[in-house]
């Protein structure tokens, strides 16, 4: 589906009428191109006094071979010797040609609401140095894990910083909050990794939060998921494609599920991945057994489930038919709660599993017309908030993404006055691709994200829909 806006903004004559007339100026995202480093250009690192997480995100900086700047705040050079990171100190006033790519500040030494002068300190002398689809990563620890009242407002008032932070950033720059609880900073190498690289493109304003755990997998960046075996359901176009492909991309094999009136389309996308195709119809009352048996027959059990099969049927509640309800529970929700109830009680998904699903903001800001698609995506939010302790005894994770506006046969569907408001009423001014759902859901499946549990993030290029 093509954005002619969006085409039209990013060439000379675009760029200039609409800088002339004031209006909404899509900038092309960068996106992860196989070989690229991790992140291309200058990152800024900060903290604030009695920071705990400054450690472990030098050893990431340093794993990916970023160039480091900090201002001449002693803690964090000091910080980021001791984990062998090469820190170079900045002076606004003196070197004013620097830009950024990144902006890191530990915002975890936060203890009461006076000292976030912090975070004014660091952001306000950089935030005109920034270069296109800049990121900005504040860390803090979980507010209900922290041990005072004082302590809990001033970690939870960083995420109104951080959500407003992403409305200003601009030039296709996000912004992200990352909780990490006590003893997990050991866990945030892949989601800081995530955040810094264009595979985040269209995901901004998030909060995420990292939990401890006892996993640690020794895994190669460029091939994650090598040896692991995934099953994506609605694989055979739209963003369930784009799953099954980034997927493959990281190593996995990818057994490819759709209605069977699919299967031919369905074959094409796994042929060229090398996966398998399971052509089924996930509401059937025997697909769960089914699912479970070909897994473990074929494959001996199962890495990461992707549950991305959905419908809408769009109608105001008045005029909805029963059908159309129940067609979009069944498929968008129960089918699910199902599958994962059958592949549990079998034991098919393996240590250090992964359960991703795809819910929607719908399910998060409601939408006229869309009783029954918010009412099953947003239920699919409580299944993975429930499940996430249970599964976490397992060793197994549970999260979701909640895309916005993404350009697929779905969306190209819409009346074209609602598509383009979809579109454009967002921090980046255009729609996400179905690759910036997989990349987020890439990020999950990594053997390196068990401390990933839980976690509903956007991907919406921060929808003025659902805040
Ligand atoms: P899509 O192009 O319609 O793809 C969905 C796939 O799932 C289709 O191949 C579909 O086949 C298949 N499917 C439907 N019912 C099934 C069943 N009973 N068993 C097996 N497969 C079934 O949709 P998309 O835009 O890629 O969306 C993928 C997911 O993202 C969905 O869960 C959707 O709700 C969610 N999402 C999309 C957007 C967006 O902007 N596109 C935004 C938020 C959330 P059929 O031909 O039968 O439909």
Redesign the pocket.
Known sequence: MSDRYTQFANSPLGRMLIKNLGLPAPLNLDRFQAGEPVINGAVLLGAAPGAVLTAGIARTLKNIQAEVHSYAQDQVVKTAKEAGLGVKVWNPEVDTEQKFKALVFDASGITRSDDLVQVYHFFHPVMRKLVESSRIIILGLPPEACTTPRQATAQRALEGFTRSLGKEVKKGGAAQLVYVAQDADKQAESTLRFFLSPRSAYVSAQVVRISASNTEAALDWNKPLAGKVALV?????????AIAKTLARDGAHVVG???P??SD?LRVVTSMIGGSALA????AGD?PAKIADYLKSNHGGVDIIV??????RDKTLANMTQQQWDMVM???LC?EERINDELLAQNVIRENGRVIC?????GIAGNMGQSN?GMS?AGVIGMVQSMAPLLYAKNITINAV??????????AAIPFAIREAGRRMNSMSQ??L?ID?AETIAWYASPASAGVNGNIVRVCGQSLIGA
């Not at 359901?233 to 494609?241: L, V």
């Not at 795809?358 to 719908?362: L, Q």
């Not at 909640?402 to 969306?411: H, R, S």
Request: hydrophobic share 40%.
């Open positions: 359901t609605g694989a055979s176009r739209g963003i369930g494609e599920l759709d209605i009136a699919l389309d089924l119809d996930i509401t697909a549950h991305n099969a959905g419908v809408t069944n498929i968008n089918s795809v819910s929607s903001i719908s698609y995506k909640a895309p916005g506006f993404i350009e697929t046969a779905m969306t729609g996400g179905p759902v």
